[in-house]
């Protein structure tokens, strides 16, 4: 069984901090990382992707991939109450046949201002 | 440039009836996946389209069918609906993987069945 996990939160931090999200996954034969941004009634939004180990930044946005730890995580750079949502960790688990996205239970971010 | 849109937007049904939900990709994409959003949870893999064939099944029932068209939109169908299939049901739309393309999301159908 593939599993993506994430705290629930909420986590809460106040405006102008920096949010740290974290996820982990179970299948080491992931390859591509995937953080969408879902408003509450929403649908999701992805905001990032990463496919290397090491850091990609876009923004206020940095991704972090460490394969061997099996760990992703999302950092959020100068909070604004409008980066209040859920945020959820997706893995791509490719095969021959097709590429299924397996998603964590999501992180609830609350800024305060 | 058109993103990926569904239809309809919400749908009331009852126990032992049957839904259709539509999706029409983003332009240039002609891969279409189907999840499932239970409230206060994670997307569900259902099934993704391509080439108008189902090329990967999550863990869903026969009950959940599906089709893609020769203009790569696509129909979700569910029989026989239980309670439990009230959701959140999203499409979302990918080119053909090549390794890691990205999925772009539709804005959702929610299904109440009651």
């Known amino acids: 069984q593939k599993e993506v996990e994430q705290n629930s939160g909420p986590l809460s931090v106040p405006e102008g901090a920096i949010a740290s999200l974290n996820c982990t996954y179970s299948?080491?034969?992931?390859?591509?990382f995937f953080w969408y941004r879902q408003y509450s009634g929403k649908s999701p939004e992805l905001i990032m992707f990463i496919y290397s180990n090491g850091d990609k930044e876009d923004g206020r946005f940095t991704a972090q991939l460490n394969k061997a730890s099996q760990y992703v995580s999302l950092l959020i750079r100068d909070s604004q109450p409008s980066d209040s949502a859920t945020y959820l960790c997706a893995v791509n688990s490719e095969n021959n046949a097709g590429n299924m996205l397996t998603f964590g239970g999501g992180t609830r971010l609350m800024v305060k201002p | 440039d058109a993103g990926v849109t569904q239809s309809p937007t919400h749908l009331i049904k009852t126990r032992g009836q049957q839904v259709t939900l539509r999706c029409s990709p983003k332009s240039g994409h002609d891969t279409v996946s189907w999840y499932q959003q239970a409230l206060g949870q994670g997307p569900q893999f259902i099934f993704q389209y391509y080439e108008e064939e189902e090329r990967q099944r999550g863990n869903f029932p026969d009950r959940f069918s599906g089709h893609q068209f020769p203009n790569y939109s696509s129909e979700l169908n569910v029989n026989a609906l239980l309670l439990g299939d009230s959701a959140l049901y999203l499409c979302?739309?990918?080119?053909?993987?090549?390794?890691?393309?990205?999925?772009?999301f539709g804005p959702g159908t929610r299904l109440t069945v009651l």
């Open positions: 299948d080491r034969g992931s390859q591509s």
């Open positions: 979302a739309s990918s080119p053909d993987s090549g390794g890691g393309n990205e999925q772009f």
